[in-house]
Nanobody, 124 residues
Framework: EVQLVESGGGLVQAGGSLRLSCAASGFTFDDYAIGWFRQAPGKEREGVSCISRGDASMHYADSVKGRFTISSDNAKNTVYLQMNSLKPEDTAVYYC?????????????????WGQGTQVTVSS
């Protein structure tokens, strides 16, 4: 059974940092692209960052470039999202997702498997 479990969310002041983790199981981790998405109340789910397999290329939404960093620890089957210089507009539920194609896209419909999400709240 494919499982993705996010952790690391919480409440932080603007300018602070959080590191989210996405622990994967039930599939060949090295074959799947992993993406991070977020959804704020009343808004559509949007792509934040992703990492592909093969060339390990990474992509970021313009809104987080220079502030967020995605990384992968294949030995632990875990992908991380380091979030620095957080802003109130980063407040959302953050989800990780897995795409068996291995290609990195910031579009939610590309992904087959999803975690339950972790809440990130940034206070001003």
């Amino acid at each position: 059974e494919v499982q993705l479990v996010e952790s690391g969310g919480g409440l932080v002041q603007a300018g602070g940092s959080l590191r989210l983790s996405c622990a994967a199981s039930g599939f060949t981790f090295d074959d799947y692209a992993i993406g991070w998405f977020r959804q704020a109340p009343g808004k559509e789910r949007e792509g934040v960052s992703c990492i592909s397999r093969g060339d390990a290329s990474m992509h970021y939404a313009d809104s987080v470039k220079g502030r967020f960093t995605i990384s992968s620890d294949n030995a632990k089957n875990t992908v991380y999202l380091q979030m620095n210089s957080l802003k109130p507009e980063d407040t959302a539920v953050y989800y990780c997702a897995a795409d068996p194609s291995g290609a990195c896209y910031l579009t939610p419909w590309s992904y087959d498997y999803w975690g339950q999400g972790t809440q990130v709240t940034v206070s001003s």
